[in-house]
């Protein structure tokens, strides 16, 4: 049953040192931002984050790195103009990376979120990032065994959830918080808004609210709300 | 493709310059089908776009999550959950659709995208790509989708300039940079020569201010005059 | 689980007859906690929805696409988009949710599901199931998602009557009748016992119109009490 | 691109001998049956069909298999209170017949159109369902691999499309219709409306142009469109 929270610290209150977090977003465009922030006063540290990116500029993703609570990083496309927190702690030997193709981080991911023990990705093939690991060939075509990536925490940025816990997404914001809402033990995710049940059309919502475990409501519209 | 599939003999345009950046994308928009769905990489290929016909049917594909993307916004338009791959705000076309990042590359990976176009650090004659890592030892490795896109699309084109600053061919017997797709490259669009590759070798399509005997001169891989 | 968590000891009710039908399904109703996600199986499992308390928070899910599922269609609800697995027309609660096949599947695979409630044929007391083929050569194959709803849930609940119309027991030391999923089962519920079966064993839970005693001579699996 | 057809006739007009044809639906919810109808009435015949239920009643994919067209049915349940047109071709030994479970269904056919090469499914695993097929342990569960079912052609039925080939789909009659649309080299799609691009939200289109190649309305909101 999906729990509204009061506040972003609420909803990260219980994420332990360790911990495989699975952070939404491309770039800035659906990163829970406030999410990120209330871990960082958490204090949690020594995580796994796996993400698109490895954080923009100052903020989010970034300020988490700054911070010095991830031990490791698996994301598609680290090297950015403004990815200079990343770079510093790499070439300073502070954080290990583990480099995965985009589709194939998406997909295993889905992986672990449908049950799916492994499967053959015609992606990488043929490059260092397949090195190691085991090749096919089915029906004329090589292809690479890829292992699901399952989280115990994934933050997820939607745009409105209803009291239920059902999602809907804005734009490309949606980008990988659907996928990483089925692939963590617990799912938090904060929107700009909470509507009542019954509010979103369900041949509209995205993601269901069996994969939402927390939702917080963060931004202008969420303080309007408080205040009214 | 269009125009090229009806060229019956290699066109040598020795009564002109090199393309420009902006010619070589025109070239480009000029051989895409229309009605075709098309993902135009990051950087260089992005131009495409601004020579598409407008009743060209071409629908672009950005892959975090969306099929209708249109031009670059600019002013009241640039909505920050609304970017295509390199992170530039984009626009939305009539008849757009969002997804989610695994939903977007299995849409890829599953080869439904009819063109896919590229920038590259070297091309192979028989299609190898390299486009994601320089191989330079202190270089932060960061692929993005470039694998998956590498062989997401049922035509992958490449858009480069023939020769690197240093004079050296980026068309190549076998790519000394790290690979980031086996055999998937279609054509090779340069400056001063539009190429077939694969495993037939490499056929010269069309040049600019340069004789396919010239061309051939400077290169290291063994070339091919169309219906030789 | 909820009353039966709290069970410290076996139950025996020998003070009354089996459970019909219909208590059956109560029983089993009781059983689910409050703000659980259920998947119930065709045919008998169907019944325990119209025991789960209104303010119980349950969300039914159906196989065929659905979260918030509500009772039975009747009269003018009859709308033949809107069915359940077994194809009766059901309603949408608020709060419901539509998703594909794939999806649904992937949700229920992914182990997302809390509860799932199945018929058998044959339980064994290791928890492997045999509800979809009795191996009758001359039966036409038909598994529909029974064996993706066995190994697709955090608990697998199965109801049956515990003896056959011939007199056979259904709880068994070995399915003889072709396996629908492997050591799934968690608990079984029957007009005349709740058993716990799994890698320790049968465990009886409650009897309903037989003692401890009577029950052990009747079935050709060790049985154990609880707290034995 | 989407072609908009006059008539179900023209939709299937080259549908070949031979073909492996995915039909959508589970139970009538779905179920494309004009365009089966078109079917029947185009002669096509030696087919592989796949679909979720071998026919109901004597209409839709019971009258395609009455007309003797189907060589090979791939379903999950085709033993049904109302199948009595399949059940007597598979008496007769008429027809060939693979039983899959209805998730692996579903994800094989997700498979084919994600690019997947084959997965590692726990659905099965054990059953007389996975008899020679590779299984292998992953993180201590068992898993059988499954291999995708690509589809020459698709038959779908959708509630609305918009002239580029965008649906939406109603309640559970959504059902396989997504997956398969991604499955099949050629997806013909009948719906309810067609209406103007534009008009569907792209946050809520269930299934993008891409995957669709042929629509054509069907129905009484059809014929009265055509009327006015």
């Known amino acids: 049953m999906t729990l509204i929270c009061e506040g ?15 952070v939404g977003g491309f770039g800035m465009a659906g990163m829970p931002v406030d ?18 990116n490895a954080g923009n500029g100052d903020t989010g993703l970034a300020a988490l790195l700054a911070a010095g609570r991830v031990r490791r990083m698996v994301c598609s496309f680290p090297r950015q103009s403004d990815s200079w927190v990343f770079d510093g702690l790499y070439r300073a030997g502070k954080i290990e990376l583990e480099v995965v193709p985009q589709g194939n981080l998406a997909e295993r991911m889905r992986a672990a979120g449908a049950g799916i023990g492994a499967f053959f990705s015609p992606t990488g093939v043929g490059t260092p990032l397949a090195e190691g690991k085991e090749v096919r060939e089915i029906d004329g075509r090589t292809y690479v065994l890829e292992h699901p990536i399952k989280g115990d925490v994934a933050l997820v940025g939607a745009h409105v959830a209803d009291r239920m816990g059902n999602l809907v997404y804005r734009k490309t914001a949606r980008n ?17 808004q909470v509507v009542e049940t019954g509010t979103l059309d369900p041949e509209a919502v995205v993601t269901p609210s069996i994969y939402v475990d927390r939702v917080v409501a963060v931004g202008a519209a969420a303080r309007q709300q408080e205040a009214s | ?6 060229l019956d003999r290699t066109v040598e345009h020795t ?11 025109e070239i480009v928009a000029r051989d895409i ?3 075709s769905f098309v993902n135009l990489g990051i950087g260089q290929p992005t131009k495409v776009a601004d020579f598409l016909a407008a009743d ?30 390199g992170k530039v705000p984009v626009t939305e076309l009539p008849g757009a659709s969002y997804f989610h990042h695994a939903d977007s590359f299995a849409m890829m990976r599953g080869g439904h995208l009819d063109v896919c176009v590229l ?6 004659a028989a299609g190898d790509l390299a486009n994601w890592h320089t191989g330079a030892p202190d270089a932060i490795p960061a692929v993005g989708g470039a694998m998956d896109l590498a062989i997401g699309a049922k035509q992958v084109l490449v858009m480069m300039t023939l020769f690197a600053k240093d004079g050296t061919a980026k068309l190549v017997p076998g790519c000394t940079y790290p690979l980031t797709g086996v055999g998937c490259v279609d054509r090779v669009y340069t400056d001063v020569a539009v190429f077939r590759v694969g495993s037939q070798g490499v056929t010269v399509l069309e040049t600019f201010g340069i004789s396919y005997d010239d061309l051939a001169a400077r290169l290291d891989v063994a070339l091919r005059r169309l219906q030789d």
């Open chain 1, 8 to 22: 972003a610290d609420e909803a990260v209150a219980d994420v332990a040192d360790g911990s495989t977090v699975l």
């Open chain 1, 35 to 52: 999410l990120i922030d209330a871990l960082i006063r958490q204090g949690a540290t020594d995580l796994t984050v796996v993400s698109n």
């Open chain 1, 176 to 192: 990988f918080g659907p996928v990483m809402a089925t692939a963590a033990t617990t799912t938090i995710v904060q929107v700009a």
């Open chain 2, 1 to 6: 493709m269009t125009a090229l599939d009806t």
């Open chain 2, 15 to 25: 009564d002109r310059g090199p393309l420009s950046r902006d010619e070589m994308a």
């Open chain 2, 33 to 35: 089908p229309p009605g």
């Open chain 2, 56 to 85: 060209s049917g071409v629908v672009l594909h950005t892959e975090n999550g969306m099929l209708g993307m249109g031009p670059a916004a600019v002013g009241d338009e640039i909505d920050t959950d609304l970017t295509n791959a």
């Open chain 2, 119 to 124: 920038g590259a650090f070297q091309v192979s």
